[in-house]
Structure formats: C-alpha cells, structure tokens
T-cell receptor, first 114, second 110 residues
Framework: ETGVTQSPTHLIKTRGQQVTLRCSSQ?????VSWYQQALGQGPQFIFQ???????GRGNFPPRFSGLQFPNYSSELNVNALELDDSALYLC?????????????FGAGSRLTVL | QQPVQSPQAVILREGEDAVINCSSSKALYSVHWYRQKHGEAPVFLMI?????EQKGHEKISASFNEKKQQSSLYLTASQLSYSGTYFC???????????FGTGTSLTVIP
C-alpha cells in the first residue's frame, strides 16, 4: 500500500509568480485535503476535494485553487504569490468506512517566496 | 474554531510523564491526536469518538470529555522517540474540514 506522495519537496518562487503543487493520494483513498503550515504553527485547512469536486474550503483567498483528477490525485495552485505564502504545504488523503476520519499525510512541499 | 492546547511546550527527561490538554469553544463530537516530528508529516496517533472514551497507543493514552469539550493526551514513561509536536484536531464546518489545535512541542531529553 503506497502512502501519500507530494512533489516537489522544495521550491523557491518570487513574489507575483504562480506555483502548482502535486499530490498522489494513498491507494484506496478518494478524498484529498490541503493544508498550509507556517513555521511554528499548526496546519491550516485550505480545501478538500471529493470525487473531483471541492467539498469544503477554509479561510483562504480565491488565488488558492485546486483540482482533483479521476485517479484521486490532486493539485494545489497558488497565483500571485505573496511573501506570507511561504510555508509547508501538506496534502492528506482519507478513504471511506472505518478509516474515513483518519488523515494520512504526505511529507509536504516547502515553498519559499522571495 | 481552532482548539487550544496547553502547555505550548514541555521538556521531559526520559521516563517522566506528561499531560497535554486540548479544549474547544465549539462542541466536540470526536477528537483526533497527531504527532509531527521536526521536518516530517503529521502522523495519526488515535481518535476518540465517544464522551469519556479512553484509548491507548504504546504508552500514550487519551481521554475525551464530550461535555467539557476537552481531551487530554497522557504520555507515560516518556521515551526519546516521543519528541515532536502534538496536535489535537476535530472535524467541523462543511465537507468535514479538519481543524488542528495550536500544538504542543514535547522534547524528551536523556
């Protein structure tokens, strides 16, 4: 059983640029959620995707957008990057049944905006 | 809606015990506990679903008081491997949004 994989692991962008982060969910999991974790803080919910539809969104502006594909993998896109977007971006997947509420996290993509 | 944890940080010597508390201003129907080691992804420890329920994972156990909207994590005879940041969390909002607590940094020293 493969876990959640994210790419890239690290990247550096400049203010105003756009970035796409990718996530492959754990085998058998059909729900993907994205979190932003600033240094020294807890992860903050960005949004969740279920069956290719956004299924909940946290307090993030529209320049944060996402996609989920038929194979349940997902992308997080951030436009017009700001310095405060520098953070670790975590992807988590969960499935159905007994383990539906258990999140399995990827190792994250660390974004630095200069 | 973010749960509040206390203490913010704690340093223990190997073999000592610790308690981490989590409280919410909103009604809690379930509480999750995760541990995140430095530079790594959060890892699921346990979930508590019923008021008063207790669970254990290795020498780590937890309780959940639904009426008080509180949960506590108990670490017994701590080991070096217990070091990390512990987060409680709860589901809420639409689409099963997961809200992490403020976090507690635990450091176990020899």
């Amino acid at each position: 059983e493969t876990g959640v994989t994210q790419s890239p692991t690290h990247l550096i962008k400049t203010r105003g640029q756009q970035v796409t982060l990718r996530c492959s969910s754990q085998s058998g999991h059909n729900t993907v959620s994205w979190y932003q974790q600033a240094l020294g803080q807890g992860p903050q919910f960005i949004f969740q995707y279920y069956r290719e539809e956004e299924n909940g969104r946290g307090n993030f502006p529209p320049r944060f957008s996402g996609l989920q594909f038929p194979n349940y993998s997902s992308e997080l896109n951030v436009n017009a990057l700001e310095l405060d977007d520098s953070a670790l971006y975590l992807c988590a997947s969960n499935g159905q049944g007994a383990g539906a509420n258990v999140l399995t996290f990827g190792a994250g993509s660390r974004l630095t905006v200069l | 809606q973010q749960p509040v944890q206390s203490p913010q940080a704690v340093i223990l010597r190997e073999g000592e015990d610790a308690v981490i508390n989590c409280s919410s201003s909103k009604a809690l129907y379930s509480v999750h506990w995760y541990r995140q080691k430095h530079g790594e992804a959060p890892v699921f420890l346990m979930i508590l679903l019923k008021g008063g329920e207790q669970k254990g994972h290795e020498k780590i156990s937890a309780s959940f008081n639904e009426k008080k909207q509180q949960s506590s994590l108990y670490l017994t005879a701590s080991q070096l491997s217990y070091s990390g940041t512990y987060f409680c969390g709860t589901l809420g909002g639409t689409g099963n949004q997961f809200y992490f607590g403020t976090g507690t940094s635990l450091t176990v020293i020899p």
